[in-house]
Nanobody, 123 residues
Framework: QVQLVESGGGLVQAGGSLRLSCAAS????????VGWFRQAPGKEREFVAA????????YYQDALLGRLTISRDGAENTVYLQMRSVKPEDTAVYYC????????????????WGQGTQVTVSS
């Protein structure tokens, strides 16, 4: 089992920045990828970014490329998502998830999920 706890969400003005954190615990040796997903009201959960746990390879949603940086701190077992130039359409609940699968874009591939953190961007 892997436990994930997100933090760092909140209210931010359009054009601003924020950093989300995802702290992992439990059987982290089994993690291959940690991904970030988001879900806005009335919309499907969508892939945002992912990073491989050991090698640190990074993947981003094409439409968000340039505004995001995903990173990890191996010593702290924490994955970060830095968001810049945020827009009102970035408003959503952001989830981190972990999997031993290489299918990083598909949320069905992730068995472990955090509780989510709300990000609200005001215009």
């Amino acid at each position: 089992q892997v436990q994930l706890v997100e933090s760092g969400g909140g209210l931010v003005q359009a054009g601003g920045s924020l950093r989300l954190s995802c702290a992992a615990s439990g059987h982290i040796a089994g993690i291959y990828v940690v991904g970030w997903f988001r879900q806005a009201p009335g919309k499907e959960r969508e892939f945002v970014a992912a990073i491989t746990w050991s090698a640190g390879f990074k993947y981003y949603q094409d439409a968000l490329l340039g505004r995001l940086t995903i990173s990890r701190d191996g010593a702290e077992n924490t994955v970060y998502l830095q968001m810049r130039s945020v827009k009102p359409e970035d408003t959503a609940v952001y989830y981190c998830a972990a999997t031993d699968s290489a299918a990083y874009k598909n949320h069905y591939s992730y068995p472990y999920w955090g509780q989510g953190t709300q990000v609200t961007v005001s215009s």
